[in-house]
């Protein structure tokens, strides 16, 4: 069985940083491509960012230079490193595995998500 834990989610200022983590069980981060979505309330699911097994990244545009996205093979984990956020970054955000790409749908496995709050 497969699972996806997050953590690292909190209140934060704009303009701080928070560092998340997603780790797995039953299934190792380096043999699938794991993104990171976000969903604030009364918005769809949105792409943030992704790593593939050869450790291609990939972000949306609305992050770029601000987060960045990385893994560790030893630890079977994947963060997401958040810089000079935004108000507007401020959602649930999800770690998910599968096959790649920017939509929800081609991702099989997701973890249960962690808040991220930021204050303006």
């Known amino acids: 069985q497969v699972q996806l834990v997050e953590s690292g989610g909190g209140l934060v200022q704009a303009g701080g940083s928070l560092r998340l983590s997603c780790a797995a069980s039953?299934?190792?981060?380096?043999?699938?491509?794991t993104g990171w979505f976000r969903q604030a309330p009364g918005k769809e699911r949105e792409f943030v960012a992704a790593?593939?097994?050869?450790?291609?990244?990939y972000s949306a545009d609305s992050v770029k230079g601000r987060f960045s996205i990385s893994r560790d093979n030893t630890k079977n984990t994947v963060s997401l490193q958040m810089n000079s956020l935004k108000p507007e970054d401020m959602a649930v955000y999800y770690c998910?595995?599968?096959?790649?790409?920017?939509?929800?749908?081609?991702?099989?496995?997701w973890g249960q998500g962690t808040q991220v709050t930021v204050s303006s």
């Open positions: 039953g299934r190792k981060f380096s043999s699938v491509t």
């Open positions: 790593i593939s097994p050869s450790s291609f990244t």
């Open positions: 998910a595995s599968g096959k790649g790409g920017t939509s929800p749908s081609a991702y099989d496995y």
